[in-house]
């Protein structure tokens, strides 16, 4: 009853068109505001259907930061190799390696590492706005994203997720499914309301780059969020990005071969 996309499918899918969808390097452009980087290349190590690597994804992207992309994949267990653990013992993506040596693997704080190190205006310096920005972060990572991806999304797409039984599995989809159309309608009446063109105010801001990812990970299982007409206009802004489409092309194909798997949702 209770069925999952197997890893082989996703693998066989993925295999003939994840290389053709890897970002390129691109150069910082100096009409944004923003600061000229160091001339060393940082690596970012990646999946390009993964949520929190189509983060980092959209933020270098639109703001033309030099990256050497490298992919990880997933779904061959190139993460769990010995090779990828000496770099990132979580055996998750993304991680960020600077030429020195130093890492980072939570995207949250790579985003805000990337932000201010190029000094992007998406991460104000004003006390109180970055406040906010993190209070948002904070927000969806700790409360949505938990409840949404890992009790309603991920455990029908991903076999090592999905509960040992039907039973555990359908009671596991039924409690994320309500605790999730609670965090909507907090997301869309409050924190979001019927004014704001982006999360934390009339300006796009790494909140944004770091929650779009996350509520379009449902569009894998079709959630259909047209009940929450501020979160689609929201998701409609950040779509309207001139990178959007580009990096979401792998993400955008695997959502396409899955239309007729079917699944449980909102």
């Not at 980087?37 to 270098?60: A, D």
């Not at 980072?104 to 590492?113: A, V």
């Not at 359908?170 to 994320?176: C, D, E, H, K, R």
Request: glycine content about 6%.
């Amino acid at each position: 009853m209770f069925s999952v996309v197997g890893k082989s499918d996703l693998a066989m899918f993925l295999l003939g068109s994840m290389m053709d969808n890897q970002p390129g390097t691109v150069r910082l452009a100096h009409d944004q505001g923003i600061q000229q980087p160091e001339s060393k290349t940082m690596k970012i190590y990646y999946h390009p259907v993964s949520t929190t690597s189509r983060m980092l994804m959209l933020f270098v992207e639109d703001c033309r930061i030099e990256v050497d992309w490298r992919l990880v994949d997933l779904f061959t267990g190139e993460h769990v190799q010995p090779n990828y653990l000496t770099l990132n013992p979580s055996g998750m993506v993304p991680m960020l390696e600077e030429d020195d040596g130093f890492r980072l693997s939570e995207s949250s704080t790579i985003l805000k590492y990337l932000a201010e190190k190029i000094g992007s205006p998406t991460y104000p310096r004003e006390l109180r706005q970055r406040a906010k920005v993190n209070e948002m972060m904070d927000w969806l990572n700790t409360q949505f994203y938990r409840d949404f991806a890992y009790g309603l999304v991920y455990p029908q797409l991903y076999p090592h997720l999905r509960r040992p039984t039907d039973e555990q599995q359908a009671g596991t989809l039924a409690w994320g499914r309500e605790k999730t159309k609670s965090w909507l309608t907090i997301l869309d009446r409050h924190l979001i309301g019927p004014s704001r063109p982006y999360l934390c105010g009339q300006d796009i801001t790494i909140a944004d780059y770091f929650g779009a990812p996350m509520l379009t990970a449902g569009e894998l299982i079709r959630c259909d969020f047209s009940p929450y007409p501020n979160i689609t206009r929201w998701l409609g802004h950040v779509k309207a990005r001139p990178g959007w489409d580009r990096v979401n092309r792998a993400f955008n194909e695997l959502a396409g071969s899955l239309k007729d798997q079917p699944f449980e949702v909102l």
